[in-house]
């Protein structure tokens, strides 16, 4: 469905929905209800929608745990030792990866600190961290702080990407310009699947291909792609990346996040890094021997023993994106951008213009709407049911998503949205 001639009326949603062969999946997950009618729910961007298989997750293990105790480890229904195996075949394909390749741990910030302590090695000559200009405030703090954990100044050792003047999204030919006049001196690239902001891809495959010829670490945060656009980590073969579970993945709040080690690096026991028992040879583990030696791949990258409790709604999340297909979510999630564009478009004025980029290939899910109006606009809708968000200092973040978000709401989204403007 990708020549669909959109129409501005009620009945071009209705026809939409009544086509769309993954409309169903929409009654696995609870919608938020305000004043008693379903929320038009455009945040999966921010937190994602409870699936409602998750309870029955998370009370299996309770109940194991209260059955068994300590002994749930080994004997419960899912064992709890490798339970976050089980997550490892729909997590590598969701990212593109090969199972050894990727670990469900932890969290995104945190994960990118474990990553950077063995991946960014800065010396005399290769010393910089080269991100977007506005990357997310998190990551940015994380690359200052790694800086200056080797006693350099971010003022020497950061170098951002910045877009053209007029312009929010960077241009590739302007990454390709900047890696080459730099990439000598660039220890590690840091660029998001998907810029938080304003919603651009990242071609993480030309990226990686112009970082490696000039010897740097390519890295990627996939906080807003992983499970909103498809990825193929081990082709493109950036050398780590990391997300969180709890925007498209709808893992819930705080959820473990992931982490892609390319396989290249999967026997590189001379890398530093922190070592905990959980990514300790698996055999050897309670041998309590005193000298880590690491498991294979990412696994070998663990600390703690993970907390069952919180992969269990994420597991119940990865099994509705298996059982659903992320190309079958791409296409209908261009189509579902792609409408919402066409509504907003035709009513683009001075109180707000589109900065996500229009080619469909450049974005995801998300649309990021400049509003000269501000955050009353976003607050006013919200009490109205529209949940969607804020950026400073003036961008309306709002994705429609694909497993849960119909035609009929980006229709509903659009005339509210005109209507608080008005
Ligand atoms: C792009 C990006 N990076 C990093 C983070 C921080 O994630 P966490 O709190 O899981 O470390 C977020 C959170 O929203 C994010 O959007």
Known sequence: MTDFNFQPGEACA?????????????????????Q??????????????????????????????????VEGHFHGKNPWMPYHRLLTAHTAELVGAKPVEVVVMNSLTVNLHLMMASFYRPTTQRHKILIERGAFPSDQYAVKSQIGFHNLDPANS???????????????????????????????????GVNYATGQIFDIAEVTRAGHRKGCIVACDLAHAAGNIPLRLHDWGPDFAVWCSYKYLNGGPGCVGGC????????????????????????????????????????????????IMALAPLRASLEIFAEAGMEHLRAKSRMLTGYMEF????????????????????RGAQLSIR??????????????GVIADWREPDIYRVAAVPLYDSYKDVYRFVQRFLLALS
């Open 158 to 192: 950061l170098l951002e990407l910045t877009p053209r003047d007029g312009e929010f999204c960077v241009r590739q030919e302007d990454i390709q310009e900047v890696i080459d006049a730099e990439g000598e001196s660039i220890a590690l690239i840091l660029l998001g």
């Open 36 to 69: 008693g009618e379903e929320c038009i729910y455009l945040c999966g961007h921010s937190l994602g929608l409870q699936p409602k298989s998750a309870k029955a997750h998370i009370e299996q293990e309770l109940e194991d745990w209260a059955r068994l105790g």
């Open 371 to 384: 509003l000269s109006k501000g955050r009353p606009v976003c607050d006013r809708l919200i009490a109205e």
């Open 260 to 307: 892609f080690v390319h396989e290249r690096h999967s026997h590189s026991w001379s890398l530093p890094r922190y070592g905990g028992w959980w990514g300790h040879d698996e055999k050897m583990r309670f041998q309590m021997d005193p000298e880590f030696r690491p498991m294979a791949g990412a696994e070998g990258w663990q600390l703690s023993n993970p907390p």
């Open 343 to 362: 509504l907003l478009r035709d009513k683009e004025s001075t109180d707000y213009s589109i900065i996500t980029p229009r080619d469909p290939e450049q």
């Open 14 to 34: 209705a026809e939409l929905d009544a086509r769309d062969p993954l409309a169903h999946y929409r009654q696995r997950f609870y919608v938020p209800r305000i």
